[in-house]
């Protein structure tokens, strides 16, 4: 094991032992394959599943995998013809059996941290979905809310305003200017600092680098 994976193993362990006293059931995986396995591992035959927008699932090949699986009911916005369609697809998702998503920001403390444009990812993990999986990278891990927010406004946002073609200054800049352009991605912030419902949020913390 190399001192990079040693100092991942290390810090996974940390922040899992505080996220399990907010009631958010934790676990740490030193692969993708590994990840995958807990994930679906949480999984119910003929369960409703839906998702929010992520790098880290793209990357990792979740989206795909659950896209291919013929055991669940996927709710994905991909397949939607219409504005109405998507719009049909983001309300249902609110009632699925497991929402995935990843998040902007884990503090060492505990914290979830994100900041959304749209809304539909923190109004899931906030409300709505029996169970929501978060699965995360160790570049998510932060020291503090503060820093989080730092991390999303200055890397996060000015990298995804360019991913998706907005106008945004950060876009031009790379550097928050705390805007309020009609192209603005950071509408909500939400801090989830504990898990009302023990156990509803579950992070996977993944021994790689994934996402923004």
Known sequence: MSPKDKHYEALANTVIQNLEKRQIEACYCATIEDAEKKAFAYLTPGCTVSFGGSMTLDEIGMLTALRYDPNITLLDRATATTPEEAKDIFHKALSADFYFMSTNAITANGELVN?????????????????????AGMNKIVPDVEEAVLRI????????????????????????????????????VVITRRSGIPGRIKVILIGQEFGY
């Open 115 to 135: 900041i959304d444009g749209t809304g539909n990812r923190v109004a899931a993990l906030i409300y709505g979905p029996e169970n929501v999986i978060i699965m």
């Open 153 to 188: 406004h200055n890397t996060v946002a000015p990298i995804n305003c360019q991913r998706l073609n907005r106008d945004t200054p950060c876009a031009s800049t790379g550097i928050c200017s705390d805007c309020l352009a009609s192209d603005c991605i950071c509408n909500q």
